[in-house]
Antibody
Framework: EVQLVESGGGLVQPGGSLRLSCAAS????????MSWVRQAPGKGLEWVAN????????YYVDSVKGRFTISRDNAKNSLYLQMNSLRAEDTAVYYC??????????????WGQGTLVTVSS | QTVVTQEPSFSVSPGGTVTLTCGLS?????????PSWYQQTPGQAPRTLIY???TRSSGVPDRFSGSILGNKAALTITGAQADDESDYYC??????????FGTGTKVTVL
């Protein structure tokens, strides 16, 4: 059974940093694109970042470029999101999602339950 | 800035059929965008319904189907049930590793 379990969310002050983790199990982690998707309170879903199977390609939504870094450790079956220079508008539930095995990240097929990040003073 | 547009809301009767669409603020949606569809109920994680235009995800009932209608991607729910009442989001793959979610459609079954 595919499982994705996020952790690391919490309350942080504007300008602060936070590192999210996603522990994956039930599949060959190194064979899949992985992604982070977020949802601000009462708002829609927003794609944040994609990372290729071997970590060689990383892509970000414009609003987080230069502030967020997606990474993975295939030996630990784990996905990460390092978030720096956090802003109030980054407040959201952050979901870890599994992508496909294709050459490009064309969809998300399994989702974690999410972890809440609140940026406030 | 590319905007992926969806109807804000739809209402459907139990047993009825509803078609949601997913368009671009500029241009047409084709299979090259690999449209996918996701269902989300309040407080829950999204659930994948359809990917690559018309492939149902594992365990998704066949009353959900995906297609291209004109210049948009479409999700059709045939024989709507009460537990289909949810928010529905499409995603388009824009190339260069970039994915964009649609604005979402709230479906009410009554």
């Amino acid at each position: 059974e595919v499982q994705l379990v996020e952790s690391g969310g919490g309350l942080v002050q504007p300008g602060g940093s936070l590192r999210l983790s996603c522990a994956a199990s039930g599949f060959t982690f190194s064979s899949y694109w992985m992604s982070w998707v977020r949802q601000a309170p009462g708002k829609g879903l927003e794609w944040v970042a994609n990372i290729k199977q071997d970590g060689s390609e990383k892509y970000y939504v414009d609003s987080v470029k230069g502030r967020f870094t997606i990474s993975r450790d295939n030996a630990k079956n784990s996905l990460y999101l390092q978030m720096n220079s956090l802003r109030a508008e980054d407040t959201a539930v952050y979901y870890c999602a599994r992508g496909g095995q294709q050459l490009v990240p064309i969809y998300f097929d399994y989702w974690g339950q999410g972890t809440l990040v609140t940026v406030s003073s | 800035q590319t905007v992926v547009t969806q109807e804000p809301s739809f209402s459907v009767s139990p047993g009825g059929t509803v078609t949601l669409t997913c368009g671009l603020s500029s241009g047409s949606v084709s299979t090259s965008y690999y449209p996918s569809w996701y269902q989300q109920t309040p407080g829950q994680a999204p659930r994948t319904l359809i990917y690559s235009t018309n492939t149902r995800s594992s365990g998704v009932p066949d009353r959900f189907s995906g297609s291209i209608l004109g210049n948009k991607a479409a999700l059709t729910i045939t024989g709507a049930q009460a537990d289909d009442e949810s928010d529905y989001y499409c995603v388009l793959y824009m190339g260069s590793g970039i994915s964009v979610f649609g604005t979402g459609t709230k479906v009410t079954v009554l």
